[in-house]
Each structure stands twice: as C-alpha cells, then as structure tokens.
T-cell receptor, first 107, second 116 residues
C-alpha cells in the first residue's frame, strides 16, 4: 500500500470548471506539498502546507491533519492548467509521493 | 527568488558512459535530497545529505551511483557506466531544517537523463 494515495488518477474538464484533486496519506507528516509537473518533466512547487488553507491565484490547497487528507482546488480551470499534479508528504527526513493526477482541461 | 537549481535540464548518454548531475540547494539549506522518477509518477529515494555528510543512502544503487555535497559547490550525483534503465528524471530538494512542522522544502526542476 502506498503511503500517499491520490484521486482521481485522470481528470478531464472543460475550461472554466472547478476542479478538485484529493490526497490521503497514512504516515505522520511535518508538511505536505502540491507539485505540478508539465510534459517534459519539470516540477513546480505549488504549495507547502502543514495546516489550514493556502490560496494562490486560482489555486487553493487545504489540509486536514486529523483526517490525513488534503485537497487541491483549481477555480475557473484553463487549458494551461493541464499537467500532472503530485501530492508529496514529508515524514521525518523522507518524502513520499502520490502517483499523481493527470489533468486535461479542454478549451 | 529562492530556487533549487538543477543542471543540466536534459542529458543524453550512450550506454556505458558516465553521467553527472548537479543540484545547487538554496543558500542556507542544510538538507539535500535526491529522487529518481522512473515510471510516470513513481519517485524512488536515492540519498540525502546534511551539509556535506551523507544522512541517508538507503536508496542508492552503490555499484554505479555516487553522490557528494561539498562546501561551496553544487551537490552532484554521478552515474558510472550508465544503463538503459537509468533513464529517468532526477530531482533534488533542499530544506533548511529536518522534518520539523512547517519547514518548507524546495524542489528543483529536475534533470531528464536519457540513456541510449
């Protein structure tokens, strides 16, 4: 069993739709990261959370430490949001990565 | 702004050649981690450093892989005699402190190694 589970694995949305990607984890963590990976491989760090909620532009990330769950929301989705979104948790001096959610936003 | 700098972005090597990848952590960050992304979203831990000391190397294939973090130099990951299966994206991350709550880690953009 993976320490980090993401859902859905694949997501297709129409431009403008509200999108939610979920992440559940089973280990004790000090922080949770949401990463974005475009074709070609480069990783962009979107958020680091240890509690509560963060917002950056159209992106919102929340975490519930008691439930060991985090969500990444994208409001008013756009084709340029198409990418793989990866949830990664830091537990001690290790990172555990989810298998990613592949998002395609259709114009 | 703050950035973990990985070079090169892309590296192509013939099977059996050496490959050397670099990671410059953010200034003041003591911890560096290397991960290998082989399959689409499968990340394998390789090694971590606390300053120039190896902190955890449980993921390193010791036969052909080596890594260093020397003072005032980027960290490096070297693969001797590359094999086709070494083709992957290699990521590094750095942080100021060990895994204390709220300690932010920063990820590099990765180096895509292709062994042909």
């Amino acid at each position: 069993k993976n320490e980090v589970e993401q859902s859905p694995q694949n997501l297709t949305a129409q431009e403008g739709e509200f999108i939610t990607i979920n992440c559940s984890y089973s280990v004790g963590i000090s922080a949770l990261h949401w990463l974005q990976q475009h074709p070609g491989g480069g990783i962009v760090s979107l958020f680091m959370l240890s509690s509560g909620k963060k917002k950056h532009g159209r992106l919102i990330a929340t975490i519930n430490i008691q439930e060991k769950h985090s969500s990444l929301h994208i409001t008013a989705s756009h084709p340029r949001d198409s990418a793989v979104y990866i949830c990664a948790v830091r537990s001690g001096n290790q990172f555990y990565f989810g298998t990613g959610t592949s998002l395609t936003v259709i114009p | 702004g703050e950035e973990v700098a990985q070079t090169p972005k892309h590296l192509v090597r013939g099977e059996g050649q050496k490959a050397k990848l670099y990671c410059a952590p953010i200034k003041g960050h003591s911890y560096v981690f290397w991960y290998q992304q082989v399959l689409k979203n499968e990340f394998k831990f390789l090694i971590s450093f606390q300053n120039e000391n190896v902190f955890d190397e449980t993921g390193m294939p010791k036969e052909r892989f080596s890594a260093k973090c020397l003072p005032n130099s980027p960290c490096s990951l070297e693969i001797q005699a590359t094999k086709l299966e070494d083709s992957a994206v290699y990521f590094c991350a750095s942080s100021r402190l060990p895994g204390s709550p709220g300690t932010e880690a920063f990820f590099g953009q990765g180096t895509r190694l292709t062994v042909v």
